[in-house]
């Protein structure tokens, strides 16, 4: 039996086996010995069936699962012994087998980086976030805002809340491409569509038409559109400004609470700053790892998490009336999923070389804060308890944070201080 390894590129690995018909025979007739004792044919005691008798009625049909045990077991085997981490489901590629002749096939595969870990100290930048009562001002000024609005014959200006319709005809390479959105609702200045866009939109007014030129991304999740540049005919449904009382109370801080509903806020925005640091401090250190780890990644795994992300991101869009101008929709999934796969295989090495082990009572704590939010906490730990993917999902989301913590333990802290508002526009988008 031949059994060689040969490295393609990268990760990519095959195996070519051949295994002698001697085996495959005496596989099967071991499956089929079996058998004598769990069937029964007439005309014969049970357990003493002549061994031609069952060849000839179940040698045909156990050939196929003798095949698939015989190719299985020797690659097990022989990535044991090599011990290679396989990323994803190997590919058999299995020749037609000929009665009495050898098996000859080859499994395509591909295997997990083998890596030193870089973890070398590097800066880390801590946001001091402090809550302002300009901060609670602005947050009281933000939800009067989405409701005190005054339609504007006006020229569109900042801030102006504006509704538009589109339509969209593509010719070119002779395929004809229409698409209607209707009733596009955005605040200007809130990057909420294309730049492009807005600027144009600054020298219009309500039920005004005019056309532009728009190139997408060729990452675009809509095929219709993605790397195409489209001609667009836009036409301003409504243009909306916020009341002048309202501006004027605002400019006058005159915005006026009592101290429980000022304290209500204030805790409101002191949980999202501390969301937001955690997120920030989380981010920085999870792109230093992979600039400082620059492994090559299984593509098959890249591959998955792509569909993944496919898959959710095209919900969003159909939920979203499909809405083409949001950014969002023109993001390069290949990279993030890369990234993701990357810093999962970073993490792992971290967990392994540094012996980490789940932490129960922090699993404990993070399962009955997950159940709070669902009024579940009970249910929620039965599951952990009993179900091995949800273990393994909490189990893995601890020692992630356990890594993440020791490396930030480790690492040169740079403090920088921001009112809310500044930490909203500087750190909420930094991925």
Not at 173 to 190: C, H, P, S, V
Not at 385 to 406: G, V
Request: proline share 2%; charged share 25%; aromatic share 8%.
């Amino acid at each position: 039996m031949n059994l060689e390894i040969k490295k393609n590129k990268n990760l990519f690995r095959s195996i070519n086996i051949t295994i002698p018909h001697n085996i495959i025979q005496k596989s099967i007739t071991t499956e089929i010995i079996k058998l004598n004792n769990t069937i029964q044919i007439n005309g014969f005691r049970k357990g003493k069936i002549p061994l031609n008798i069952l060849k000839k009625n179940y040698e045909d049909k156990i050939l196929e699962n003798t095949l698939k045990k015989l190719t299985k077991q020797y690659f097990l085997e022989k990535i044991h012994k090599e011990k290679l981490r396989i990323a994803g489901t190997p590919t058999f590629i299995l020749n037609k087998y000929e009665k009495n002749q050898d098996l000859s096939y080859s499994i395509k595969f591909e295997i997990y980086p083998e890596f030193i870990l870089n973890t070398k100290p590097f800066t880390v930048h801590i946001p001091v976030i402090d809550v302002t009562e300009n901060d609670i001002l602005k947050t009281i000024h933000n939800y009067f805002q989405q409701h005190n609005w005054v339609e504007s014959n006006h020229t569109i200006k900042l801030h102006d809340k504006v509704a538009i319709s589109c339509y969209i005809t593509n010719n070119s390479e002779n395929n004809l491409y229409k698409k209607k959105l209707y009733d596009f609702q955005f605040i200007i200045g809130n990057n909420e569509i294309l730049p492009e866009i807005e600027k144009k939109l600054l020298i219009h007014k309500v039920n005004e038409s005019f056309f532009t030129n728009i190139t997408f991304s060729q990452h675009h999740c809509d095929k219709h559109i993605a790397g195409k540049t489209l001609e667009i005919k836009i036409t301003i449904k409504k243009v909306k400004e916020l009341e002048k009382k309202l501006l004027k109370e605002q400019n006058n801080n005159k915005l006026h609470l009592n101290k429980q509903e000022n304290e209500t806020i204030k805790t409101m925005l002191k949980a999202q700053a501390k969301k937001i640091t955690k997120n920030y401090i989380k981010s920085q250190i999870i792109n230093n790892l992979i600039k400082s780890n620059p492994i090559n990644v299984p593509s098959i795994l890249i591959q998955n998490v792509f569909l993944i992300l496919q898959q959710k991101i095209k919900n969003m869009y159909i939920k979203d009336n499909e809405n083409i101008f949001k950014t969002i929709y023109q993001e390069n999934l290949t990279i993030k999923a890369h990234n993701q796969v990357a810093i999962t295989i970073i993490l792992q090495k971290y967990i392994q070389d540094n012996f980490l082990k789940p932490n129960i009572k922090e699993i404990q704590s993070l399962i009955k804060k997950s159940a709070t939010l669902h009024n579940n906490t009970n249910n929620l730990i039965q599951l952990y308890n009993n179900n091995e993917s949800i273990k393994h999902y909490f189990n893995n989301t601890n020692l992630e944070k356990q890594a993440i913590d020791k490396i930030l333990e480790k690492s040169i802290k740079n403090e920088k201080k921001y009112n809310f508002y500044e930490a909203i526009n500087e750190l909420n988008h930094i991925n």
